[in-house]
């Protein structure tokens, strides 16, 4: 096969395994990273454009550099939703950077999170766009490390002057993954929903895909860009084309400012469940709208489908035994 020279880590991941197979559609040779050869499908194994290598990149040590060289460009898509963030995030950012830099590697995209913006700096029904302030203090452990690992690569950038693209997604979804955090807590099958208004800022996988490998091709980097859906709905539209699948069976809306009164006269600890923390629930669910303009502008034409469009692509192409978050 030829040389590649565009390699991603976290191939096996919900985003990660979305770019390769959008990378195998071009006709892109790849080197991707695994932990776990098991996870690897057949498909991959057997495709003489993807060239595999399977190591834990927390310690890889020179192996990683030495995997790492020729790459022209980097697709960071290690990290964890809810497991290890000081591990699977963090250490794994930190392996990857310091072995970027020892290979040479002149152009890395990472797959950050819209999760780093203070949107209780935006006012009611605000834009939060790229100017928008980044401050995750009182926030969850993954919004903190996104956050943090962000800060790790434009020091590294900053340092050593390779490019560096940072692509904050908004909440990824697509088939068996379905629900995000900005809707609401479950109990049993009842979906308690928080609705103040504003948009779901929702980013479909191959949408996610697509864009982390444009921006791999612009080798002077692409810089800050939000990736979000053109057609973002509110909580009500969202259940309505989301229950198609089954689940909840039922669904209480509840006020926003309920939720605030709770979270006000509760103590603002991280013991506390997420959604009665201030910072968590303003996050969550304060009701603003979201821009992807700069996308648009620096990325050129990119796929979009109406939601409830893609909602029912999701549904109909899910395992059959996955109904609930």
């Not at 590697?105 to 605000?126: F, T």
């Not at 309505?240 to 006020?255: H, M, V």
């Amino acid at each position: 096969m030829s040389t590649p020279t565009l390699a991603i880590t976290g191939a096996t991941g919900f985003i990660g395994r979305h770019c390769v197979e959008a990378a195998r559609a071009d006709g892109i040779p790849l080197r991707i990273f695994v932990r776990d050869m098991a996870k690897v499908p057949a498909a991959w194994q057997g495709d003489p454009t993807v060239d595999i290598i399977a190591m834990d990149l927390t310690s890889a040590g020179d192996g990683l550099t030495d995997a790492l060289e020729g790459m022209r460009t980097l697709i960071h898509c290690a990290a964890t939703l809810s497991g290890d963030q000081e591990r699977d995030t963090l250490a794994a950012s930190v392996a990857v950077i310091d072995a970027l830099i020892a290979a040479q590697v002149p152009h890395v995209v990472l797959a950050g999170s819209l999760s780093v913006y203070d949107v209780s700096a935006v006012s009611k029904q605000g834009d939060v766009s790229e100017t928008t302030p980044v401050n995750t203090i009182g926030r969850d452990a993954y919004a903190k490390a996104k956050q943090t690992q962000e800060t790790l690569f434009q020091d590294g950038a900053s340092l050593y002057g390779y490019a560096l693209s940072v692509l904050r997604l908004g909440a990824v979804w697509g088939p068996n993954h379905l629900f995000n955090a900005h809707i609401g807590p479950t109990v049993g099958n009842t979906m308690l929903v928080i609705d103040g208004g504003g948009e779901v800022p929702l980013c479909r996988v191959d949408l996610a895909a697509e864009t982390l490998l444009k921006a791999a091709r612009e080798l002077t980097g692409v810089g800050i860009l939000n990736i979000l859906d053109d057609d973002r709905p509110g909580r009500r539209r969202f259940l309505s084309a989301f229950q198609a699948c089954g689940w909840p069976k039922a669904a209480l809306r509840t006020p926003l400012w309920l939720w605030r009164m709770a979270a006000f006269v509760t103590p603002d600890s991280d013991v506390m469940p997420g959604l009665l923390r201030r910072a968590v629930l303003e996050a969550r669910h304060r009701p603003v709208q979201y821009t992807n303009a700069m996308m648009h502008k620096r990325l050129g034409p990119v796929t979009m489908l109406p939601f409830e469009e893609a909602m029912q692509t999701a549904i109909n192409q899910q395992d059959t035994q996955a109904t609930s978050p």
